[in-house]
Each structure stands twice: as C-alpha cells, then as structure tokens.
C-alpha cells in the first residue's frame, strides 16, 4: 500500500508531537479549512478565564486532545476500597484499562521521568496521578511528586484522579500545591446500588461492608466534590458504566454530580473479562456496546454540562496524545538512563504555535459551517482516520482506532472513538481484521482515509461504507461528503 501523502497544506501535528523541530514550522498558513468540534451548549456559554484552563488539558477540552499530550507516574500503589471492577494485581481501573501493569516509581524517579518527557514531547502540557491504586490513599508520595514537579517545570499542569474516599481531607494541600484539575470516580449516588459495586472501603483504620461502605463512599465523595467547588478546583466525574447495575442510575448521578459543581462528566465503558480477574469479569458482567454508551451520554449531555467522549482509559504510566500510546518508550530503564531537557521556552514557543494553528483550524471551521442554522437535519455517522490535529491524515491500515465523528448540514462533531486491530501488519492486509474494522464502523455511512488500498477499498464499499481518501481537516471533508449526499440520509 501507498503511504500517506501530504497535500502540502497541513502538516500533521502528531508528527510534531515528536519532534520539536518540525513542531516550530509545522503550522503553515493555509487559507483552507480545519477543525475539531466543541461539544456541547456548555461550550459555547464557557467564559474566557475557563477556557483558558483547560485549553491544554487534552481530558477536559475535546479540543485539546487533538493537540497536547499528557502523561501519568504510577508512584501510588495502594487502595483503600474494592472496585468489582478492579483486580489489585493491575492498575486502577477508574482511570486505566484492566489488564495494564504499570512499573512503580519513587517521586524522584517519577519527576525525572516527567522532566525528560517535558523536553522530548513539549506539546506535554499535563502531569497526571492516576495509580496503580489511589493517589490520596497515597498521600506523601502523590504529593511529593507534584512538589517535585511543580519547582522544576513550573507550566506542567497537575492533575489527580481519585476514588474521592480521602479527597475531603486533601482538598486544602491540592489548592496549596496549585491542582487545578481533579477526577473523582463516582458510579452511584444511590448507596444500594452501591453495594452492587463496592464490597468494601476501608475508612479511618476500619473496613465496612455492604450498605455500610457504600453509604461512607458516597458522603465521601459528594462532600469532596463541594468542597472541590469551594476551593475553585476544576472537576471532572468519571463514570463507569455497567449494564443491569448503574446505565440507567448514571442518569441521576449526572444531575447530581452537575447541581454539585462538577465541571465535565467522563462516562466510561466498563471492561470486562475473565482474564482480568476482576469479580465482575468472573461473574460475566458485559460491559456496553458503543451504541448503548453513546445513547447514554446523549442522554446526559442534554443536561447542560459538558460531556467528555474522548477518554482513552488511559494506563497508569500513560505518555502521548489520548489515543496514542508511547509509555514503552519511556520504560524505566530507559528513561533513567535519558537526560532531562527540560526547556521552558522552548516549550512556549512549540505551545504558541500550536495555539496558532488551532486559531486556523477555528477561522476554517466557521467557514464550513452554513450562515443559518439548517434545522431537522438528518445525523449520521463516519469514521476517521487521524494521527491528530483534527486533520484526515491516517492510512486505513495503520488506524488502531477511528474518531467517530456525527455529521449534519451544520457540523461535524466528534462523538468518539472505536479501537480496532491494525488491519496492515507487516506490509500485509488481514481479512480477518478487515471484518472486524467493518463490524465496528458499520452504524456508519462513510470512512474517511488519507489512503486505502484497492482490496480493502472495494470491501469497505460492498459493506455500504462510502470511501472517501482526503488529506484535509476532518470537519471540511465531512462536511463536502455529507453535502454531495445529503438526498441520501
Ligand atoms: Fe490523566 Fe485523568 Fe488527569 Fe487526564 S487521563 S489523571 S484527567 S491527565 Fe483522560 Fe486518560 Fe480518560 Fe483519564 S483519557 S483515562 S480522562
Ligand atoms: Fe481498583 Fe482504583 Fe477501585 Fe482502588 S479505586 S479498587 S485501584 S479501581
């Protein structure tokens, strides 16, 4: 197969998210269009000073994660609650897939790590703690770490996920230490349901169970969660959805966690299997189908409140853009041996162009939307191919994952992602994979590809996807392909 061909317009952003060089010179004027799609009401409504924080933060704007990195230390291994959904042998599965083991870290070792990174991929604009276990059952080296990186790469923005059991007592030391950003996992606001997912917390040198420790968690997290509001911390709820448990509870648990001050809601498929060893893989608890998932978060996003639909769930020692993984780059015997080039303006001057680049990409976005709203226009759905930037810039065959972006004749809005089998392995096509590619994408009406091959190409077509090859800004050709349909939909 061909590899992909720039047009010369747009060069690739994730090719400057690894090298700081082409990352300088790769926002190249262009008079043509670009865009990544903001996505919801709350948007629009956000004021500037908001915008400003997160407008690095690939897990809190949409936006973001098509341009900056963020990366996870696993420096905390200890949990002080049972997740049905977590087997303590791998990560904490509130903010990492099930089955992934990360290497603990000292915060010395961690901090180096994340200076290192910061020189190599300055488009790293965030330093999270997301495990293995919970970051507040450990308190010193959680924030050790943030200590030691705050003094040395002081435009690193910390962030922490937590299961919220401790965060009422941490909040005070989070603001001290500049946190701006802070995930609590909360999967009920009902303690009954609760029990369906908690065994047990341990709480004050004490274990409950049942009723008992679902009801602790709970106050836990919604006194965490105001007392985030007061102390002006960004918030983000992660959610895990599972079926017959909490799909139809999270609903409330939306309403609640946004009268209580949560900026954004994360809903999370729950992953399960019996090789994780987890009580819900044990017990045959499915988690939901992308279909179900979305139906979900259409639901909630109705409330008003920002909705997040690009969580990669990420590992504990994650490194790159969402969607990326380069964390075996920067293995422990690797990057101990690395030297930090740490160089903060450096970094400013890759940041500034990547905001220039995102101004273009928003002038080109309203260029492709109509004058007036065209109201009652049918939806549909295709799939992209993108290394990032919001641009159609991937081969089929190199996807490991498409954006799943929703179209009308307004807008092209990205609604998520689907992980796929690499289907060229080895300069070779699978059909074994290409069945698959197709079984996930097949609620849509076209795939868009900066290059495909001709066998591939032709079986995508049978299967009733449109193939449209392009090397442009995902909202334009989505949009001029959704134009030249439209009698169709
Ligand atoms: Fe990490 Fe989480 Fe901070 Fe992001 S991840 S601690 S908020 S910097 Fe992001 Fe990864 Fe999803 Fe988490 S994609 S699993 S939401
Ligand atoms: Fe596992 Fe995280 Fe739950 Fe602790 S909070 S049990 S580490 S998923």
């Known amino acids: 197969m061909t590899p992909p061909q ?3 317009v747009l060069s690739p952003p994730s090719e400057a998210v690894t090298d700081i060089t082409i990352a300088k010179n790769s926002i190249k004027k262009t008079g043509d269009s670009c865009g990544c799609s903001s996505n919801t009401s709350a948007a629009t409504s956000m004021d500037e000073k908001m915008r ?10 949409e936006e ?3 341009h900056y990195a963020r990366m996870h230390v696993a420096v905390a291994p200890a949990c002080n609650i049972q997740c049905n959904y977590c087997n303590r042998k791998y990560d904490c599965a509130n903010e990492s897939r099930p089955g992934v083991v990360s290497e603990l870290l000292t915060p010395e070792e961690a901090a180096h790590k994340v200076l290192v990174i910061a020189g190599k991929i300055p488009q790293m604009t965030v330093l999270g703690i997301a495990g293995p276990g919970d970051p507040l059952a450990n308190p ?5 770490t943030f200590e030691l990186i705050a003094d040395k790469a002081p435009d690193i923005k910390l962030c922490l996920s937590t299961n919220g059991l401790m965060l009422p007592d941490h909040v005070e030391k989070i603001k001290a230490l500049n946190v701006d950003h802070v995930t609590i996992t909360i999967n009920m606001v009902d303690p009954e349901i609760g029990t369906k997912i908690y065994p047990w917390v341990h709480y004050r040198r004490k274990r409950y169970k049942g009723l008992q420790a679902a009801q602790i968690l709970h106050e836990r997290q919604m006194e965490g969660l105001q007392a985030l509001k007061e102390a002006d911390i960004l918030c983000k709820v992660n959610s895990v959805m599972i079926p017959g448990i909490n799909d139809e509870h999270l609903v409330e648990v939306d309403r609640v966690i946004r009268e209580n001050g949560a900026f954004l809601h994360n809903i999370m498929p729950l992953i399960s299997a019996p090789e994780h060893g987890t009580h819900f893989g044990l017990t045959g608890q499915r988690g939901p189908n992308p279909k179900e998932l979305k139906k979900l978060q259409d639901e909630c996003a109705d409330s008003n409140m920002k909705m997040m639909r ?3 769930q990420c590992r504990a020692d994650a490194v790159g ?5 380069r964390s075996q780059e920067f293995t422990k015997d690797k990057f101990m041996e690395m030297d930090s080039q740490y160089d903060f303006e450096l970094r400013q001057e890759v940041h500034s162009g990547i905001e220039k680049f995102k101004e273009e990409i928003k002038a080109a976005k309203a260029k492709v939307r109509p004058s007036e709203r065209v109201k009652n226009s049918p939806k549909i759905l295709v799939a992209v191919a993108t290394k990032g930037g ?5 081969h089929f065959g190199h996807a490991k994952e498409f954006q799943i972006f929703e179209v009308d004749a307004n807008e092209a809005k990205f609604v998520g992602h689907r992980k796929i089998d690499q289907y060229c392995q080895g300069g070779y096509g699978e059909d074994a994979t290409l069945e698959y590619v197709i079984k996930a994408i097949s609620d849509c ?3 868009l590809v900066s290059k495909v091959g001709e066998c591939p190409k032709a079986e995508l077509r049978e299967a009733g996807l449109q193939v449209i090859e392009a090397y442009d800004v995902i909202e334009k050709v989505a949009r001029e392909f959704y134009d030249q349909n439209a009698d169709k939909f």
């Open 445 to 447: 009406k076209a795939i």
């Open 64 to 66: 973001a994660h098509h």
């Open 6 to 8: 720039s047009s010369g």
């Open 52 to 61: 400003e924080r997160i407008a690095k933060h690939p897990c809190y704007s």
């Open 321 to 325: 853009l969402l969607g990326e993984d």
């Open 310 to 312: 690009h969580c990669r």
């Open 390 to 394: 919001g641009i159609v810039n991937q």
């Open 140 to 144: 010193e080296k959680t924030f050790r």
